[in-house]
């Protein structure tokens, strides 16, 4: 059959889409994405749409961006993909240079591809280092769809698909505008419910328990972050039952939360760390950083992990490309001064609108609570889908976690080489979405 000299008509094209793509998380969006550059998205029909929340959180430095364009130009052409058990330049620079970044002893890297990946590896190295199998993440927490990064994943998706991995704990989420542990004043009292969820942990566990597994900042459960202390708190009932603390920073590192690495903020070294999204930039690359002490233990217990696109040296040469421009453009600086006016823009939204129940977040990855009743903080599914659509239809996309017993939370996360004239074009059609969506209540 001969190839189609025009694309097809909008509603070939949706009706293909009905026809042929399996439907994998809700709805798609009913706008036809032609192409994307910085801040923007470009549909089919013309529309000029503000990204606000970088791709799938990803795209760090915008789309298309000049130097990533360049670098995948040049390698493509020159060595793209090899068998796994070689190497090349890029994938040893980067794991290099990913060790520059890092406080010691963070020094090992393994490249993979995704999120979920990182994670499973992960795991896969701390059930083997350690002899034991038990893993703990937090209630709210989301680390991927493989099967170990699933079943350490609880705020969606659990339900119909079997047995999830035996030993997996859930720990309750250190959320202070929603406390469950109070102070005398109201306020969250982090420290008691920790301890109270490891008197529930020591409870369950077989004496198995091989790692804590958990984000710096909680994304997908509502971009909520744990108050200042508490990981210093979890590492240590961590040490106390010679457990791994794991990090995933697919969304806080590489300078997004204002630091090249969330954790910086609290002091905290983890034993395995996990990037993704943030590395490539919006390609697909991961990385596992570890000790060189944990690294040969692995190894001489037969560490295995071998997939298709381990080291390949592509994504590694983009990786390298990501460095250099958060290097060279202070993009570590730029997500705080920019995360500041992001984050007084949205404090103004909140004082002229009544929904808006809290406001946080750190640097460029920003959350803004919705509910009906500021008193009550009680919420609103219908709220937070009119919001959300009626920013697309004045021409923001944003994303909002609608999770039980939370109100919808728009997770904001724009590109670091983000504009404030572009941000302030956000914050604008939010501001005017949330007024019309409200006044509806």
Request: include cysteine; charge should be negative.
């Amino acid at each position: 059959m001969a190839a189609s000299t025009s694309p097809p008509s909008a509603d070939t094209f949706w009706a293909d889409a009905e026809s042929h793509l399996v439907r994998y998380g809700g709805e798609f969006t009913r706008e036809i994405i032609d192409r994307a550059a910085g801040s923007f998205l470009f549909t089919a029909d013309g529309r000029k749409i503000l990204d606000f929340t970088s791709g799938q959180m990803s795209a760090l430095l915008g789309h298309s961006h000049p130097s990533i364009v360049a670098t995948v130009q040049r390698q493509v052409a020159t060595l793209d993909h090899l068998y796994s058990g070689m190497l090349s330049r890029p994938v040893v620079d980067l794991a290099r240079r990913l060790a520059g970044t890092l406080p010691a002893p963070l020094e090992k890297a393994l490249l993979l591809t995704t999120g979920a990946e990182s994670n499973e590896a992960a795991i896969r190295m701390a059930k083997l280092v350690t002899g034991k199998h038990e893993i703990i993440s937090f209630a709210r927490s989301w680390h991927g769809m493989t099967q170990a990064a699933a079943s350490a994943t609880y705020s969606t998706g659990r339900k119909g698909y079997g047995p999830a991995a035996p030993g997996n704990f859930a720990i309750p989420v250190p959320n202070a505008y929603r406390p469950d542990f109070t102070m005398d004043d109201g306020s969250l009292d982090w420290s008691r419910q920790l301890d109270f969820a490891f008197d529930l942990i020591d409870a369950q566990s077989t004496g198995s328990l091989a790692a804590c597994l958990v984000e710096p900042i909680l994304s997908s459960g509502g971009i909520i972050e744990p108050p200042v202390g508490y990981f210093a708190a979890l590492r240590e009932k961590c040490r106390e039952r010679d457990m791994l603390l794991i990090l995933d920073e697919a969304q806080t590192g590489l300078c997004r939360t204002g630091t090249w690495y969330a954790f910086e903020r609290d002091g905290v070294v983890p034993d395995i760390l996990t990037l993704s999204k943030t590395l490539g930039a919006g390609l697909p690359l991961a990385a596992v950083v570890t000790s060189a002490e944990i690294e040969e233990e692995a190894h001489r217990r037969g560490f295995l992990f071998f997939t298709t696109h381990v080291a390949d040296p592509l994504v590694a040469a983009v990786g390298n490309t990501v460095l250099d421009v958060l290097i060279d453009d202070k993009l570590d600086e730029r997500a705080r001064s920019l995360g500041a006016f992001l984050r007084d823009g949205l404090a103004g939204i909140a004082d002229r609108h009544t929904v808006v129940g809290d406001v946080r977040g750190r640097g460029m990855l920003a959350g803004l609570e919705l509910v009906v009743d500021r008193e009550t903080k009680r919420t609103s599914d219908e709220l937070g889908a009119r919001v959300t659509r009626r920013c697309l239809e004045l021409g923001l996309h944003t994303n909002i976690v609608q999770l039980p017993g939370m109100g919808g939370v728009m997770r904001i996360a724009p590109p670091l080489t983000a504009t404030e004239d572009e941000l302030s074009l956000g914050l604008t059609i939010l501001d005017q979405a949330i007024g019309e969506a409200g006044a509806g209540l």
